[in-house]
Each structure stands twice: as structure tokens, then as C-alpha cells.
């Protein structure tokens, strides 16, 4: 099997790092540490998230003990969705998937038109829903009308 390292261009890593922003991660760099913030979460999330949404980057990377009850360096797969990450290990000493959630644990608010507005954001109308988070302020928005 080949595999292939494929570096971005400075726009493409502008880009990334201004989506890792947004998203609420705190703490990204290529060495070998896992991002921040995480937490260790059920492989059962993760799947519900990769069932549903395709993500948006993903990246292998080998990481060093980061952990107190995790003492091991590991190699990790992480998929970058719409709106946060997942660190996904297999563990072979313990035969189980192990998973972490990365970026905020965004706590979701409904804004007004008019806050849309004042703070720049887009804001269609009555069936429009906009949602910022109250600690990273990630913005994500639909329309209801089916």
C-alpha cells in the first residue's frame, strides 16, 4: 500500500487554521501532542458523527503520552467535522477503540435578527435559525422551512 504526504499550501493552511478557530481548538500544532481541548468520549458518539457527516480534513499523527491513565505514545487518526474533531486509537494491549472529542463543548444559543445584524452575521428571516456558541462563539444556522 502507498501513502502519500501531502502538504498545504499557506492558503489551504490558513484556511485550516482558521477553521481549528472556529471551532474552538485552543492548542494545534504538527509535533506530537493531541489538540485542545478534548475529552475522552464514547466510540458511539464518534460513529453517529461519521454515520451522519463527511469530514471536512482528516490526519494521522503519532502522538506522545498526554494522558496520566493513558502512560503510552499512540498513533491516532482525527476527523475534522463541521463543528469539532474526533481522535480516533485502537488500543491492541486492551483490544478497544478509544476516542476523544476535540474542541469546545459548545453551548448553543438562538440569536435575534437583529443580534445576527449587530454582530455581522447573516439572519434570513422567520424561518431562519442562527445559534452561537456561548463560550467559542461558533456560529451555525438553518432554515426551517422545509
Known amino acids: 500500500m502507498l501513502t502519500k504526504t501531502i502538504e498545504l499550501t499557506k492558503e489551504e493552511r490558513a484556511n485550516f487554521d482558521e477553521y481549528l478557530k472556529k471551532i474552538g ?11 485542545e481541548p478534548w475529552v475522552k468520549v464514547d466510540a458511539t458518539q464518534f460513529f453517529e458523527w461519521l454515520q451522519t457527516y463527511s469530514p471536512q480534513y482528516t490526519e ?4 506522545k503520552r498526554f494522558t496520566d491513565d493513558y502512560p503510552y505514545t499512540t498513533s491516532m487518526h482525527i476527523y475534522w467535522f463541521y463543528k469539532n474533531g474526533y481522535a480516533v486509537h485502537f488500543d491492541y494491549r486492551t483490544r478497544e477503540l478509544l476516542t476523544w472529542k476535540l474542541g469546545c463543548d459548545h453551548k448553543m ?3 435575534t435578527q437583529k443580534e445576527a445584524k449587530s454582530q455581522g452575521l447573516s439572519h434570513w428571516g422567520m424561518h ?4 452561537k456558541c456561548t463560550v467559542c462563539g461558533f456560529v451555525e444556522s438553518f432554515d426551517s422551512s422545509g
Open 60 to 63: 494521522f499523527r503519532s502522538v
Open 128 to 131: 431562519c435559525h442562527v445559534y
Open 109 to 111: 444559543k438562538e440569536i
Open 25 to 35: 481548538v485552543t492548542r494545534y500544532d504538527d509535533s506530537r501532542t493531541i489538540p
